[in-house]
C-alpha cells in the first residue's frame, strides 16, 4: 500500500525489452526513498513495483505486458521523470490517501490554468471510471494523491498547490499528456457490497 504523498522525482535510467515485457532502470538520485533492497515495492508513476536489483543511484524493477498496456509506463523513454513512492510501511503517517498502486486507466490532461500560486488542471478520465470520482473525494494522478474540486461527466479538476508542482513531475504537464489513474479504494468496495445487497440470493 501506498498513500500518495510523493517523496520525489527519478528518471527512467534504461528502457530493456524483455521479449513482450520489459526491465526498467529508475535513476533516483537525490530522492530519499530510504533502504531500498531486491523485493520492495516502489510506486513509479503510481504503478507498483517490485525492485529486481538495486545500485547506488536506482533501482531495476521488471514491468509486465499487461502493465505496460494498461499505463503509460510502456509509452515513456529514457529521461522522462517519474514520480516515487516507498511502500508504507506499519507506523508510517497516512498523510493522503490508501492508494494501491494499481491503475484502473489512463487520463489526459484537457487543459492547465493558474489560481494565484497554484495550478487547477483538468482532467478526462476513461469513462467506466467516471461513477468513481467525486467532488471532494480522492484520487491518484501518476502516483500523487489529490482532491477532486469539479467533476463534469468523465473529466474532473483538481488544484495543485505550490509545493506540489515542485515536488512532483505535474507541474511538467501539457495538455494532451497522459497520466496514470487510481480511484478512490473506498468507492470500488462501497461499489462492490452494494451490488452484493442487490445480488438475488439462491434459495
Excluded: W
Excluded at 53 to 64: H, K
Excluded at 154 to 180: K, R, S, Y
Aim: hydrophobic share 40%.
Amino acid at each position: 500500500m501506498f498513500t500518495g504523498i510523493v517523496r520525489g522525482v527519478g528518471r527512467i535510467a534504461s528502457i530493456e525489452d524483455r521479449g513482450g515485457d520489459s526491465r526498467v532502470g529508475i535513476d533516483i538520485a537525490g530522492v530519499d526513498l530510504g533502504p531500498v533492497a531486491p523485493g520492495d515495492s516502489i510506486a513509479v508513476d503510481g504503478v507498483c513495483l517490485t525492485a529486481t536489483r538495486v545500485g547506488e543511484s536506482g533501482f531495476e524493477a521488471d514491468v509486465s505486458a499487461e502493465t505496460l498496456r494498461a499505463t503509460t509506463l510502456g509509452r515513456l523513454g529514457p529521461d522522462a521523470p517519474v514520480n516515487l513512492e516507498p511502500a508504507l510501511a506499519a507506523g508510517d503517517r497516512l498523510g493522503g490517501h490508501l492508494v494501491s498502486g494499481h491503475v484502473d486507466g489512463v487520463g489526459e490532461l484537457v487543459s492547465r490554468t493558474e489560481e494565484a500560486r497554484s495550478r487547477r488542471l483538468r482532467f478526462a478520465a476513461p469513462a467506466p471510471l467516471a461513477r468513481y470520482i467525486a467532488v471532494k473525494g480522492s484520487i491518484t494522478v501518476d502516483g500523487v494523491s489529490l482532491t477532486v474540486n469539479a467533476v463534469a461527466g468523465a473529466e474532473f479538476e483538481v488544484n495543485i498547490v505550490p509545493h506540489t508542482l515542485t515536488a512532483t513531475n505535474l507541474g511538467a504537464l501539457a495538455a494532451g499528456d497522459q497520466v496514470n489513474l487510481e480511484v478512490d479504494l473506498v468507492a470500488r468496495y462501497l461499489e462492490r457490497l452494494l451490488d452484493e445487497r442487490g445480488a438475488p440470493t439462491d434459495k
